[in-house]
């Protein structure tokens, strides 16, 4: 059996950066990191952060005042950034920067009054922080449209003045039926100039895609609950692969192998390396000889910190820094 490993595969550079906020606050700071909502939806990875000290919290009042909290890589409406500084916290955002750009995208609809409609799944957090961006009681309001049929129904204020953007984890295909049928009822429709579903969302999901052309089976490491995740194994079924997503190693069944000589291996844009590599151990066992192969091309894509983690960091290492005065 070969075992295919997709590329690109696992962390994106919004997950890169976040997880590494928290690990370098970890290590700054004596005393506790609080981050609202898991930092990444990835067990893995919010376990192992607990493991180093971090406190995962929902609401931005479970966070004792004047601590130091983290915005998840999903992002939070205006209220909570208002909430923190009521409560003193001091606040590093590790809101993904594509997560951002859609935020913005609604702010201006909202200043130009249009009606928005968001493409995406209603209660994720990511969604959830999304709307809350629309802040102009004059405008026409924001609304979140799950698929076709959704999009057939909604109505607005003016079917002039209508907008949308989408969550940045959404199946890229699906999204574009349903931007095709609001375009159909509303042709003034405005969108974003360059797509909100993020490259790193899209890479992968292709890469899924060239899996499918060699492989039988797909396997995707990721979470349940994590978008990204299922869509990745959507898209594998909608090529004509049997897929499977798991979060670990040890979920991986023998029987699930059976009649696949060729078997495509992946990862979310949430999900560590190490996760893959435990993965590629389990199969070894599971059928000795597999041979272990790679298909496409990494990404290399870096997001910058935010500015207020690299002057804390400054700060700390300035002692250290700091030539000796004594003779």
């Not at 209660?123 to 449209?145: A, S």
């Amino acid at each position: 059996m070969d075992v295919w490993l997709a590329n690109p595969r696992g962390f994106c550079a919004g997950v890169e950066r976040a997880v590494k906020i928290v690990e370098e606050l970890i290590d700054l700071v004596d005393e506790p990191v609080y981050i609202r909502h898991e930092i990444v939806h990835n067990r893995a990875v919010v376990d192992s952060l607990k493991a180093r000290g971090a406190i995962f919290v929902e609401r931005t009042d479970e966070i004792p005042a004047g601590s130091l909290a983290v915005v998840s890589a999903h992002g939070a409406d205006p209220g909570v950034f208002r909430d923190a500084r009521v409560a003193g916290l001091r606040l590093f955002d590790a809101t993904c920067p594509l997560v951002s750009k859609v935020h913005l995208e609604v702010l201006a609809h909202a200043q130009a009054r249009r009606s928005v409609l968001v493409i995406g799944h209603r209660g994720h957090v990511e969604v959830v922080g999304t709307t809350g961006w629309y802040d102009n009681p004059d405008g026409g309001g924001i609304q979140v449209i799950e698929d076709e049929a959704e999009a057939r129904e909604v109505q607005v204020r003016d079917p002039t003045a209508v907008a949308y953007v989408t969550q940045t984890t959404l199946e890229v295909e699906s999204a574009n039926r349903v931007v095709s049928v609001l375009r159909q009822r509303f042709p003034a429709l405005v969108g974003p100039h360059h797509g909100d579903i993020c490259y790193a969302t899209q890479n992968r999901q292709d890469a899924v895609r060239n899996l499918c052309q060699r492989c039988s089976l797909v396997l995707v490491l990721g979470a349940p609950h994590s978008s990204n995740s299922l869509r990745m194994v959507e898209v594998a079924r909608e090529a004509g692969a049997e897929a499977r997503l798991v979060e670990s190693a040890a979920e991986l069944q023998p029987a699930w192998l059976e009649g696949h000589a060729d078997v495509g291996l992946t990862s979310s844009a949430s999900a560590p390396e190490y996760l893959v590599a435990g993965a590629i151990d389990r199969l070894r066992v599971l059928v000795p000889g597999v041979q272990v192969r790679q298909l496409g091309q990494p990404e290399h894509l870096v997001f910058k910190l935010p500015t207020p983690l690299l002057d804390l960091r400054a700060a700390r290492a300035a002692p250290e820094a700091r030539p000796s005065l004594s003779t």
